[in-house]
């Protein structure tokens, strides 16, 4: 049984001291088993993090570097990482291909690095606008999956759940409508059955982002292929989390 994963992504926001402050306010939320809680937050905060907060929520970073070591100034490294005990990571976002040149190729890198490592991902796929516009969507995530997980056994798929979150659905207020994300689920499903098998995809859990927030969490879980979501803005406030985290325990 898949798990449903409510995971916060806060980008480039909080000091080490809010994101503890966020955990602790949150220390009495009640997941249920088959619900995983993440924050993804920014390096600095890890460390406090690993070291103050205990299971239900789980840390994850928001990025890694694609080489084991080396001269890569202002990088972190997957060893780097786990030697704190974070033991998850986002890969691909689209804020990292946009801003930061992160090609396919790159991300698929970073992809086989992780999992080197043993760290879970959660990957992020999506499209731009006008490549919705021009009926692409479909297309742009297949390829964005096939480079990402090209040399991913169906072994290591047990640690990867792939995030589709439409560009343009990104700090918009514009969410894909729960059609569209339960299209996209879908297909991604198919992809990875034609990538791996039934069994590998049926398994694997799929998220969606893109402006979730508390009024519209629901719509979007009750969808069958939609199972979490990764939210940006949203996830900044520990009364705003804690709504998305008990729509979870309702999927
Ligand atoms: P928003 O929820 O702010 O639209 O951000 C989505 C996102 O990029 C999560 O990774």
Not at 6 to 16: E, F, L, R, T
Request: proline letters at 4%; one cysteine or more.
């Amino acid at each position: 049984m898949r798990k449903t994963i409510i995971a916060g992504n806060w980008k480039m926001y909080k000091s080490p001291k809010q994101a503890l402050d966020f955990a602790h306010s949150l220390s009495d939320i009640e997941p249920n088993e088959t619900v995983r809680v993440i924050v993804c937050a920014p390096y600095l905060a890890l460390p406090l993090l690993k070291e103050k907060v205990t299971l239900p929520l789980e840390i994850s970073a928001q990025n890694v570097h694609q080489e084991e070591e080396g001269a890569f100034t202002g990088e972190i490294s997957a060893s780097m990482l786990t030697s704190i005990g974070v033991d998850i990571t986002l890969i691909g976002h689209s804020e990292r291909r946009q801003y930061f040149g992160e090609s396919d190729d790159v991300v698929a890198r970073k992809v086989r690095r992780a999992l080197s490592h043993e760290l879970d991902i959660i990957l992020c796929v999506g499209e731009h606008l006008e490549q919705r516009e021009a009926g692409e969507e479909e297309s742009v995530v297949s390829n964005q999956l096939k480079a990402a997980l090209s040399g991913v056994s169906k072994e290591e798929m047990k640690s990867i759940s792939i995030a589709y979150e439409p560009v343009w659905a990104i700090g918009t207020g514009k969410t894909a409508s729960s059609e569209d994300a339960q299209a996209m689920g879908s297909h991604i499903r198919k992809e990875l059955i034609s990538l791996y098998d039934e069994e590998t995809s049926s398994a694997c859990s799929l998220l969606y982002g893109g402006s979730v927030k508390p009024e519209n969490i629901d719509e979007l879980l009750a969808q069958p292929d939609v199972d979490g979501v990764l939210v940006g803005g949203a996830s900044l406030d520990p009364e705003s989390f804690r709504k998305l985290v008990e729509a979870g325990n309702r999927k």
